[in-house]
């Protein structure tokens, strides 16, 4: 190609600078299902910046300096508060942890009490996670702050969503025509249902593979409602591995024995349990991830999780600066 | 509103080669010299006088980005969030002689907060200024070390700095009040 001359073009300048601002219309995350795809690359990127934070020796900014960021949790957790926590405190936030079983609650102060009670004491960004799908929805109608949601029932969970699009962009460096696997107790993961909206609005296709009492009811009508031709459901394993550029096995939990979902744990196991043979199935670049805690043993295999191929301890690793990203995006100046 | 031009290519570029020469000449060389690029626009000036410099002294100057955005004094009372760009300073600044680059040099609160990034970043022997436009209305204490042009303004005038490698030409142009630009640059 011949090199243009230098002052041969005549596009105005105005077109030419890229956005300052971001463009960002959320006061709270509460799910990806309102997020379109250039506020998913917006946090994408943010995070990338915070990544470069986190590799410092004092992993300190002072972005948030006088902000307060409240964690409620009303269900446990290690990874996901301590991830917020420490997102907020490299920021330079100020972080309150509430844990549900020690304060008001035991005595029977209601949720809308108590958020009312955190934010009349100066929280600007509550975190929240709580058994009852839809809780952080009810709070918003109750508070000013800008409100997290942390995990919510069955419903969402939407950080654990972009951090695991951001752990899969930072390996295969784009999320377009990828074939993501997502195996087990998908009826009960909000981490699924929060995946499925952030990898088809980011271009991927979802592949749901569980046994038929481990998947949602209504999930056909469900898709073909809303619309979704890029997922899919499968109830075996084999052809919903083959190709997969990612696969994503879900925690089970041990209770849905029990409940009489599954007829044996260990016709689980045979059936549904990533092998190191049936991960062979996927693409030789293939990326395995789990939102945590694992179940060793149960849905992966001990030498998938700590295998090669196995991103899982980068996934919590990636969580902090998508957290951090999520908390300077939200923090702040009152959408008037 | 008339925007006019207060600098053609050939300034811009006659301006960068006599800074460079001023770095060199204060710091007895270019040893040690690491340029460091304010986002968006100091980033291709850093990396023009680099340029110059290496082809004067005949060694390799590292030269970094910096994004302030998470180091502003103001960002928690702002809505609309600045979209930040990853640093990336490709050597430890401890010890160096580190000359900060922006295209215009305003209020100095982004120079504050680039100082306040770099120190994060380990401990430089001076952190030095250089900038392609000083258009003066300091609102701290500091000054720059090399400066392209002076151009005394009015503050509800605004200074466009142009860069090839972001907005296709270079030249540095004065609005008036009113005109519907947006992209104040500090």
């Known amino acids: 190609m011949k090199a243009i001359e230098p002052n041969s073009s005549i596009a105005t300048p105005e077109t030419f600078p890229p956005p300052s601002v971001a463009v960002w219309q959320h006061s709270h995350v509460l799910d990806l299902d309102d997020f379109t795809q250039e506020e998913i690359e917006l946090v994408l990127e943010t995070a990338d910046a915070m990544a470069e934070v986190l590799t410092r020796e004092v992993k300190r900014v002072p972005t948030l300096r006088g902000k307060t960021v409240v964690t409620m949790f009303y269900e446990p957790s290690t990874r996901t508060r301590a991830s917020f926590e420490l997102a907020a405190k490299n920021l330079s936030a100020d972080t309150v942890s509430l844990d549900a079983s020690k304060s008001s609650i035991v005595k029977g102060e209601s949720l809308i009490d108590s958020l009312r009670t955190i934010q009349a004491l100066g929280a600007d960004i509550i975190v929240m996670r709580h058994s009852q799908s839809g809780a952080p929805y009810l709070a918003t109608q109750h508070v000013t702050c800008s409100l997290i949601n942390a995990g919510d029932g069955w419903h969402a969970h939407p950080s654990q969503a972009l951090l695991d699009l951001y752990t899969i962009r930072r390996h295969l460096g784009t999320l377009a025509n990828l074939k993501v696997t997502i195996i087990g107790d998908i009826m009960h993961s909000r981490v699924a249902r929060s995946n499925v909206w952030g990898m088809t609005t980011m271009g991927a296709r979802v592949i749901l593979c569980a046994p038929p009492t481990l998947l949602p009811r209504g999930l056909d009508s469900f898709i073909a409602n809303c619309q979704l031709p890029n997922v899919s459901i499968e109830t075996e394993i084999e052809p919903a591995l083959k190709n997969a550029d990612v696969v994503m096995p879900l925690r089970l939990q041990m209770e849905r024995q029990q409940s009489g979902l599954l007829p044996s744990l260990r016709e689980y196991i045979q059936l549904y349990q990533l092998t190191l043979e049936r991960l062979s199935l996927a693409k030789p670049h293939v990326l395995v991830m789990h939102p945590g805690p694992i179940n060793e043993g149960i849905e992966i295999s001990p030498e998938v999780a700590h295998g090669a191929q196995s991103v899982i301890e980068e996934q919590v690793t990636n969580g902090v600066a998508i957290r951090m990203a999520l908390l300077y995006l939200i923090a702040g100046g009152k959408n008037k | ?186």
């Open chain 2, 1 to 186: 509103m008339p925007e006019r031009t207060l600098m053609s290519a050939e300034d811009i570029q006659r301006a960068l080669v006599r800074v460079a020469h001023e770095i060199v000449e204060r710091n007895k060389g270019a040893k040690d010299i690491v340029l460091v690029g304010m986002q968006t626009r100091g980033v291709p000036l850093s990396k023009r006088l680099a340029t110059t410099i290496q082809s004067l002294e005949e060694i390799a100057i590292p030269v970094g980005s910096l994004d302030i955005s998470l180091y502003r004094d103001d960002i928690s009372s702002l809505h609309l969030k600045p979209v930040i760009h990853r640093t990336d300073i490709p050597t430890d600044v401890t010890n160096k002689q580190v000359v900060l680059v922006d295209d215009v040099f305003y209020t100095g609160r982004s120079i504050r907060a680039a100082m306040d990034a770099l120190m994060d970043l380990g401990r430089p022997q001076s952190i030095q200024l250089a900038v392609l436009i000083d258009r003066g209305h300091r609102e701290l204490p500091i000054r720059a070390d090399y400066v392209g042009k002076n151009i005394p303004t009015s503050s509800n005038e605004e200074i466009k700095v142009y860069v090839k490698e972001v907005d296709g030409e270079d030249k540095v142009t004065i609005l008036l009040p009113n005109k519907g630009a947006t992209d104040e640059s500090d």
